[in-house]
């Protein structure tokens, strides 16, 4: 599974472990991702969405049809 926000498209960061002597190795600094189904009522259907916490703020805030509406706009299948 692709570590990407359905939402807001956010990805993993990558920078560099730093030892105490100073030595660097790469590492990833993944985003809180939650696999979440929501529930479409005039469809009367669930739909499921891997959402970071911050998408699930953006869901509170406009609502799940808006944001179904916003997806679909952008041509992606739900």
Not at 3 to 29: L, Q, W, Y
Request: net charge positive.
């Amino acid at each position: 599974m692709s570590r990407i926000c359905d939402i807001t498209g956010k990805k993993p960061m990558f920078g560099n472990n730093v030892s105490h002597a100073h030595n660097k190795t790469r590492r990833r600094f993944n985003i809180n991702l939650q696999k979440k189904r929501f529930w479409l009522a005039d469809e009367s259907r669930y739909i499921t969405l891997n959402v970071s916490t911050q998408g699930m703020r953006l869901i509170d805030k406009k609502g799940i049809r808006r944001i179904v509406n916003d997806l679909r706009a952008q041509g992606k299948k739900i």
